[in-house]
């Protein structure tokens, strides 16, 4: 073999070995773009686009209390709604069952005032409106739950165990895209139980006093449920609650 001819093997090896450098470098390159425009996408997703994620949190002790001269009950209980979507969600109304463990009775209550109960039956009420939390925001506030109907019969009439189950009524969108209608989760009901600890008609009706329910205790000394989704689904979207609060 001439130098000549050893010069161009060299040659032609070269390239080999250049072409196929070049063809392992493109696989990698074209592996980390997909890799970054993937996550570019769920980032984008995250940030703009991931529907309303709704969460309640209710805390470990509320209030039952009275209205209305004593005729209408009610209960006070502190709030924390947080979205961790990026869109905003928008609450239309938050409806409570209450349910008597002793004597089995229900009653339905719905979101009517904010603020914890005033003793003084004159102090000005700030009526509950629509809520509408931005994507990774929060809010927090005392809901006060009136009636829905009748005031009578009550559901409490002496101190006991009570179960309730917390829904909200979230607003849909009007045209609903891809991601609305592919992601949108209904929020699903809470369950927790409190006890109300002792029971005066005079300290409810004449003094408007606010008794505080902790939570359930169970027999082994550990806290009843709290917080739980119940297994029946949140309720339809709705224009607006029926019925009115009592003044007091």
Same mark, same amino acid.
């Given at each position: 073999?001439?130098?000549? !001819?050893?010069?161009?093997?060299?040659?032609?090896?070269?390239?080999?070995?250049?072409?196929? @450098?070049?063809?392992?470098?493109?696989?990698?390159?074209?592996?980390?773009?997909?890799?970054?425009?993937?996550?570019?996408?769920?980032?984008?997703?995250?940030?703009?686009?991931?529907?309303?994620?709704?969460?309640?949190?209710?805390?470990?002790?509320?209030?039952? *209390?009275? !209205?209305?001269?004593?005729?209408?009950?009610?209960?006070?209980?502190?709030?924390?709604?947080?979205?961790?979507?990026?869109?905003?969600?928008?609450?239309?109304?938050?409806?409570?069952? *209450?349910?008597?463990?002793?004597?089995?009775?229900?009653?339905?209550?719905?979101?009517?005032?904010?603020?914890?109960?005033?003793?003084?039956?004159?102090?000005?009420?700030?009526?509950? @409106?629509?809520?509408?939390?931005?994507?990774?925001?929060?809010? %927090? $506030?005392?809901?006060?739950?009136?009636?829905?109907?009748?005031?009578?019969?009550?559901?409490?009439? !002496?101190?006991?165990?009570?179960?309730?189950?917390?829904?909200?009524?979230?607003?849909?969108?009007?045209?609903?895209?891809?991601?609305?209608?592919?992601?949108?989760? @209904?929020?699903?009901? =809470?369950?927790?139980?409190?006890?109300?600890?002792?029971?005066?008609?005079? &300290?409810?009706? &004449?003094?408007?006093?606010?008794?505080? &329910?902790?939570?359930?205790?169970?027999? $082994?000394?550990? %806290?009843?449920?709290?917080?739980?989704? *119940?297994?029946?689904?949140?309720? *339809? =979207?709705?224009?607006?609650?029926?019925?009115?609060?009592? %003044?007091?």
């Amino acid at each position: 073999m001439t130098t000549t !001819d050893r010069a161009v093997q060299r040659d032609e090896q070269s390239r080999a070995n250049f072409t196929a @450098a070049m063809g392992y470098g493109g696989w990698q390159a074209t592996i980390l773009s997909a890799f970054a425009l993937a996550l570019s996408a769920y980032s984008l997703y995250e940030t703009s686009f991931k529907t309303a994620e709704i969460e309640v949190f209710i805390p470990p002790v509320i209030q039952y *209390a009275r !209205d209305g001269g004593g005729d209408t009950e009610l209960f006070s209980i502190p709030i924390t709604v947080t979205n961790s979507g990026a869109r905003t969600g928008t609450i239309l109304s938050l409806q409570l069952t *209450a349910e008597n463990l002793k004597t089995n009775q229900k009653k339905q209550f719905y979101s009517a005032f904010l603020g914890e109960h005033q003793v003084n039956a004159d102090a000005p009420n700030r009526s509950f @409106a629509p809520l509408s939390i931005a994507g990774r925001e929060t809010f %927090s $506030d005392t809901i006060r739950f009136y009636p829905d109907g009748d005031v009578f019969p009550k559901v409490i009439d !002496d101190a006991g165990d009570v179960r309730f189950t917390l829904n909200l009524v979230t607003a849909q969108a009007r045209r609903p895209d891809f991601i609305d209608k592919l992601f949108t989760n @209904a929020v699903e009901p =809470v369950v927790f139980e409190r006890t109300l600890p002792w029971y005066s008609d005079q &300290m409810l009706s &004449m003094r408007r006093q606010a008794i505080s &329910m902790p939570e359930r205790k169970r027999a $082994d000394g550990q %806290s009843g449920a709290a917080a739980t989704p *119940a297994s029946e689904p949140a309720p *339809a =979207v709705q224009d607006a609650v029926d019925g009115a609060a009592p %003044s007091p």
